[in-house]
């Protein structure tokens, strides 16, 4: 999931393949989205609509490894919670994540493994 993501077509359903059903619904709700999202114009949304929408688009696909850029950097509190329920959510399924990130806290809360980088060096940083 890149920082910066992706949308090649002017609505949001469009980047979701097939028709809505109710499990995209709930993932839209999950991420504090309402269900007509899904109907948005993909122009109109603001940076935090469209970081969690592309989040949405990524776990639609269920994949067994999560690479998150800066996943929360444009969210507000209610957002960051929600997105991170989510993560803590798949890393109990078994899936793997990686995650870069600026915010401290946030790999305390999510890492079991922190790694940072330091004047070109990477460098343990787990508890």
């Not at 090649?8 to 359903?13: D, E, F, K, S």
């Not at 899904?38 to 603001?46: A, E, I, K, P, Y």
């Not at 209610?78 to 989510?86: G, N, P, Q, W």
């Amino acid at each position: 999931l890149s920082a910066e993501p992706g949308w090649w077509a002017a609505r949001v359903g469009d980047h979701f393949g097939g028709a809505p059903d109710s499990a995209l619904g709930d993932l839209f709700e999950s991420l504090g989205l309402p269900r007509e999202a899904v109907d948005w114009s993909v122009r109109t949304l603001s940076t935090g609509e469209r970081q969690r929408l592309a989040f949405a688009r990524m776990l639609r696909r269920d994949p067994a490894t999560m690479l998150l850029d800066e996943p929360t950097a444009a969210l507000d509190e209610d957002a960051v919670e929600r997105v991170e329920a989510l993560v803590r959510h798949r890393l109990e399924s078994g899936a793997s994540v990686l995650i870069v990130t600026h915010n401290e806290q946030q790999a305390e809360r999510l890492a079991a493994r922190r790694l940072r980088i330091e004047s070109g060096a990477v460098v343990d940083r787990t508890p």
